[in-house]
């Protein structure tokens, strides 16, 4: 991509001189390194994004072990390790065989889902006392409440849906790394966030 340096010629008293230029004229960053991008090299960008998936994996993975010092925060963390983990995968979506895109988008959207009702309950009474609520009505949110406390998991319960949910978004991760042909190229991810953003409009104008 760099290639050699180009040559310029200048003049010093008058006496023409060849002089190599540390990088193109129309290359006004000049060279960013001496390997080419991960954009352009299909091996990299596949270790690349490979190796983004592993982190959310194991970003997932930390959040079950963090949840004794704050189990909301665990569930938040790991949904968004997972949610990092969809987007990797949409990403390379179009490179994958059929099957194997919808066996690990299945298992990702499950490992999410199942954390679902345990972030409902911990975001509930931040979010109903931040409403102008009546007498009434404060009365019917404290009484749901009080339901959703009584139905909310364990500690322990709570790690071990962590647990279960890192353990199957790892196994994913070996799927993809198996799946995911050698000479991934920027086309094809292009494509995919392509995708990924038109989802995020399309679910924008049917929120409004």
Avoid at 85 to 104: D, F, I, Q, T
Avoid at 181 to 187: F, I, M, R, Y
């Amino acid at each position: 991509m760099y290639g050699p340096a180009p040559m310029a010629m200048t003049t010093t008293n008058g006496d023409a001189k060849v002089e190599a230029m540390p990088y193109r004229e129309d290359d006004k960053l000049g060279p960013l390194g001496t390997k080419l991008s991960a954009l352009y090299e299909p091996a990299d960008l596949r270790k690349t994004l490979l190796r983004e998936f592993h982190a959310a994996v194991q970003d997932a993975k930390d959040a079950a072990g963090a949840v004794d010092d704050n189990s909301t925060k665990a569930v938040h963390d790991a949904r968004k390790a997972l949610r990092r983990a969809r987007g990797v995968l949409a990403m390379v979506a179009n490179a994958l065989p059929k099957s194997e895109r919808k066996a690990v988008g299945r298992a990702l959207q499950e490992s999410r889902r199942a954390l679902s009702s345990v972030r409902d309950h911990a975001v509930a009474p931040a979010t109903l006392g931040g409403l102008p609520l009546g007498e009434e009505d404060r009365a019917t949110a404290k009484r749901i409440l009080d339901t959703a406390a009584e139905a909310l998991p364990t500690v322990a319960e709570i790690k071990q849906l962590l647990g279960e949910s890192a353990a199957r978004a790892a196994a994913q991760a070996e799927a993809l790394e198996a799946a995911l042909p050698q000479d991934l190229s920027w086309e094809v991810v292009v494509d995919g966030i392509r995708d990924i953003y038109g989802e995020a409009r399309h679910a924008r104008r049917n929120a409004k």
